[in-house]
């Protein structure tokens, strides 16, 4: 099974500031199609996760332009050019290159 | 809208059964990948099963095979997940969720259904 990991496991940020998690995979997610198989979510208090980023770098219908996904094969960053106060949650990556999906352990995003 | 309503959450005793039922709707749900993701409440998300569409493949995770089998009623729209031999640490809000086609994603997600194991 593909492990996956972020770092940190808390961001403070300021609003108005740029914010960046990283995410990592036991092995590469890039598929024969050319594609990464990594996506994000953000889980906001007390909602269900919603998708933000599929296929490392693909904004989901109606997410903000503010995020961005990038990386390929073990390494991918979600960035958050201008951290609004509605942004705070956890985020979370996760391979879909498996049937056996795996998430990483998720990053708390706060306001300062 | 398109939506998916869990439900069949409740307490139960460790060793216990119970069958977790996920209602689809607005989408087609005969062509659609369905998840169980499943949250401890204050931690992360851990994936528990998946179905392809016509039910020909399915995997689990290593924490629940041989417990939980996942299944569909494509003329229901409906997507189960029987859990036997619950355990404690089986304690969780567990989710359903559709995988996007093509986009190898987890596009839709429901509200969540809290399962308590517990003596």
């Known amino acids: 099974d593909i492990v996956m990991t972020q770092s940190p496991l808390s961001l403070p940020v300021t609003p108005g500031e740029p914010a960046s998690i990283s995410c990592g995979s036991s092995?590469?997610?890039?598929?024969?199609?050319?594609?990464?198989?990594l996506d994000w979510y953000v889980q906001k208090p007390g909602q269900s996760p919603q998708l933000l980023i599929y296929?490392?770098?693909n904004r989901a219908s109606g997410v903000p332009d503010r995020f961005s996904g990038s990386g390929s094969g073990t390494d991918f960053t979600l960035k958050i050019s201008s951290v609004e106060a509605e942004d705070v949650g956890v985020y979370y990556c996760?391979?879909?290159?498996?049937?056996?999906?795996?998430f990483g352990q998720g990053t708390r995003l706060e306001i300062k | 809208q398109v939506q998916l309503v869990e439900s069949g959450g409740g307490v139960v005793q460790p060793g216990g059964s119970l069958r977790l039922s996920c209602a689809a709707s607005?989408?087609?749900?005969?062509?659609?990948?369905m998840h169980w993701v499943r949250q401890v409440p204050g931690k992360g998300l851990e994936w528990v099963a998946v179905?392809?569409?016509?039910?020909?493949?399915?995997y689990y995770a290593d924490s629940v095979k041989g417990r939980f089998t996942i299944s569909r009623d494509t003329s229901k729209n409906t997507l189960f997940l029987q859990m036997n031999s619950l355990r404690v640490d089986d304690t969780a809000v567990y989710y359903c969720?559709?995988?996007?086609?093509?986009?190898?994603?987890?596009?839709?997600w429901g509200q969540g259904t809290l399962v308590t194991v517990s003596s």
């Open positions: 969720a559709r995988e996007g086609t093509g986009i190898h994603a987890l596009d839709v």
């Open positions: 607005d989408f087609t749900f005969s062509t659609a990948f």
């Open positions: 179905i392809r569409h016509d039910g020909s493949s399915i």
């Open positions: 092995q590469s997610l890039l598929y024969s199609d050319g594609n990464n198989y």
């Open positions: 296929l490392g770098s």
């Open positions: 996760m391979q879909a290159l498996q049937a056996r999906i795996s």
